[in-house]
Each structure stands twice: as structure tokens, then as C-alpha cells.
């Protein structure tokens, strides 16, 4: 078995395991964002985590009205300066926890007095010590380069932590439902076995998403293109009607994730819009309407509330881009030119 097959599969007890363990930890920080009370948040992360980052984005934003920030680790690092963040709080995201340049962002934030909190799969790594709090998603070894359960994981941490500052029963009792949604969404990823050979030759791609699930349009973006070596974009559904729509011409594969919810009517419009032109619509819902417009339709979960949706509907595109690596005899679990800890300065 590939080592990428095992962590997919490993998906619903990681995220079991961290809601009961970090429960405590999520208690401690939730209180100390209280008492700090800060005007910002300001995420620094790189590649995958950095999908994890634009998941928190949406989250804070729309529940805890938070204006986020994607921090710029350049400004820190090549150009030596930092912006004003003493009031901020500064959330590093990090498989590996040991990319100096996330770490130089939350040491300078540190040094002005910002609230600063990491989330990685290593305790005892560099950005683990330099924040003052630090969740574990204790997810056991990530052997396969490409990251899946590390990235599941970061999103279950980030919508602990906001459930728990919100303290509200009803987010609590949706997410204690996570673990069972996403089990019941690998059982649905594994029909992709079946049809992933008619994409065998695609040479370009585009994945599109709304929302909450702007991040998952990156992250299935980023596992197609580092597995299977194809030229593809990630894009929110209202850029890529401002120019890239011109590309769509018959045959042209587009991802598109579109869960029930409030981005659905305009996913749904984009989708029809898509089947004018005759493209090839993949799509990942739990929305009748809009897997009824889909080539091949992905499913999730019916129900799930659509700020839990990312932890799932990214697994479809998990499952897509490793049996379409396999397809191509690529290496699935050590892709060409990388490593597993990227270390940027
Ligand atoms: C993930 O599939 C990639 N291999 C890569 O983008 C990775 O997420 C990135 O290097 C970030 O690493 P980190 O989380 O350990 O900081």
C-alpha cells in the first residue's frame, strides 16, 4: 500500500483523536484571544498549511468577524522589517514547524507583543517553541511527501479553535460530527478508481471554488500538480469569470466545489455557464442541483453545515490526484524534485 493511501485513509480518527486531545489546549488559547482581545489576525504559512491559512481566513471572518491577513514572510525575512502587529493575534500553521521564515514572522510578533499561537505536528519543532501556545495535530509520522492528513488535521485544529472561542453548543455538536462525515466521504472517493483513466492525458486543468472552499480549489490545485505533474490554477469562481474564463474551450477539466450553501446559486450558475462552452465539470457537492451538472460527480456528505465543508470535500481531490499520479506511473509517495520538509528563508 502507498504510504499516501494509508494517510488519506487515516483522515477520520486523526481528526477524532485531535477534537478529544487538543480540546484543553483549543480551552487555553480561547481564553487568551479573549483576554488580548486583538484587532487582527495575521497568518503566516507556506504551501499546503498555507491553504489551511485561507480556510482560517473565512472562519474568523465570518464567525468571530475578524479582519485576517495572510502574513508576507518576505517583509520579515529579505527586506528585514515587520509591520506593526503588537495587537495582533498571529497564528503560524506548519506541518514541520521548521520553515525559518514563518518562524522569523511569530518571532518578530513576539518581540512587539502580539498573542502568538502555532499549529504543527511537531512540538518540539522551531515554531512550536518560538509561540507562546502551540496545538499538536499529533497526526504520527507523515511519510508521503505530498501532504493530506497534516492538512485535514490543520483545518480540524483551526475550527476547534473557533468553536471554542465561540463557545456556542451548536458549533460544538457539528463538528463532533466531522470524523463520521469525512469516513462517509472516503467510502463515496473510492468510485474515482473507476473512471480516473479517461483523464490520463489531460495536460491542464483549473479547480474553482467559492467561499469557504476557496481553499480547497488551492489545496486539490496543489496535490494535481505536485503528483501528477500537470499545469493547473487554483481560482475563487468570481476571478476567474474577470479574464481566465476565455480559456475554457470543449474538453477543458474543471474541479469545481460547490457544497450546499451560500455559494451554491452562484456555483451552480458558473457550472451552467461551463456546460455552454462543453466543458469537462468535475464536481464535489452534497447538492443535487449541481452534481446533476457534472461529467463526474464527486459527492460529500448531505447535511454537513458549509463551514465544515472544506474538511471534506477536499478528500475527493486527495483521492483524485493520487489515482491519476498512479495512472500515470508517476511516484506517488516521493514526486520528482522534492522533499518533505521545504525549508524557505
Ligand atoms: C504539500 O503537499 C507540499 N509538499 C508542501 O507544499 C508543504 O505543504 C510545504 O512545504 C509546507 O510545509 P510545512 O507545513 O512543513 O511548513
New binding site residues.
Partial sequence: MLHIEREIAEQPEIIRHLLDRERSMAQRIANAIRKFNPNFMYIA?????DNAARYAQYLFGIHARMPVALATPSVHTLYETSPHLSRGLVLA???????ED?CRVVTDAREQGALTVSITNDPNSPLAQASEFHLNLDTGPEIS???TK?YTAQLGAVALLLTTLKDSAELHASLAGLPDAIRETLIESEAIHNWIERYRYIERFVTIGRGYNYCTAFEIS??IK?LCYIVGEGYSEADFRHGPFALIDPGFPAIVVAPAGKTQPVLKDFLEKLNERQAESLVISNDADVLHLARKPMRIPVGMPEWLTPIAAVIPGQVFAMRLATEKGHNVDQPRG?N???VTR
Fill in positions: 504559512a507556506r504551501g499546503t498549511s500553521i506548519s506541518q514541520s514547524g521548521k520553515s514563518v511527501v505530498a501532504a497534516t496543489l496535490k505536485e522534492l518533505k520538509v521545504t
